[in-house]
């Protein structure tokens, strides 16, 4: 994936939903990664962003973003599918003690109020954990 430092091309849409204050977050858009921080790619987040990247190239990239900003539930099975394959690589490439705290770390964001509090930290957990 190309990496840009800037904005995506629909950050107004981004930020008319969600309250980015205190994040540094990263947007994969196409093919291409937004990485508007210039903050450190580690490989486990680019799989979670390849992954995205992935979903996109199937529904198209400008459908999947507007149905991912406008539906709960959708969101929260695209980033589902993201955590799993970041966990994935964290269980094939990080000694344990990384391998669990990234765990604790993506079971935080995806029960936040980013993915519209769906599900509470120990079930994101289960549901990231079992990938297969
Ligand atoms: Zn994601």
Known sequence: MEIRQEFPPNIRDIMNKFDLYGFNPVF????????????EISPDLMAHEETHARQQSVYGVG?????????????????LEAYR????????????????????????????????????KKQAKELIEHYE
């Open 28 to 39: 994969t858009y196409g093919d291409i990664l937004y990485n508007p921080s210039g903050g």
């Open 63 to 79: 459908d999947w973003w507007t149905r991912y900003l406008k539906d709960d539930t959708f969101r929260m099975t695209q980033e």
């Open 85 to 120: 394959e970041q966990y994935k690589h964290a269980v094939e490439n990080y000694p344990r003690a990384v391998r669990r705290h990234l765990l604790d770390t993506v079971a935080s964001n995806l029960s936040s109020k980013l993915y519209g509090k769906i599900v509470k």
